[in-house]
């Protein structure tokens, strides 16, 4: 449940109201998206939604579509940290599931 919260709360952050983007702001945006996806690579806990999203992203930034293309960026980004919160909370929180 925490791991929704936390994933709701990353996207909303990361939601904003851009006027119109420029193909640096998508470069900008995409590249710490991926650097996220690659730090949850490292805990070996990347989603498979992020990949989908970051596709998109880069399918409207090769269309010129680069509005749509940071807005995809960023939900990538906010999801591949999502995935590493998931990855850095439950990697000691399995304990308290166990039965002693």
């Known amino acids: 449940m925490r791991v929704i919260i936390a994933a709701s709360v ?7 109201g851009a006027l119109a983007a420029s193909e640096a702001d998508y470069k900008a945006a995409y590249a710490a998206a991926e ?16 990949a989908a999203t970051l596709s998109a992203a880069k ?10 293309a940071v807005a995809q960026a960023k939900e990538a980004e906010a999801l ?17 599931m166990e039965i002693r």
Not at 10 to 16: E, F, G, K, P, S
Not at 80 to 96: H, M, V, Y
């Open 10 to 16: 990353l996207l909303l952050a990361t939601a904003t």
């Open 35 to 50: 650097a996220a996806n690659k730090e949850a690579g490292s805990l070996r806990n990347q989603w498979t939604t992020t």
């Open 80 to 96: 591949a940290k999502a995935s590493i919160f998931q990855a850095t909370s439950e990697k000691e929180r399995w304990k308290d």
């Open 59 to 68: 399918k409207a930034g090769e269309a010129g579509d680069f509005d749509t």
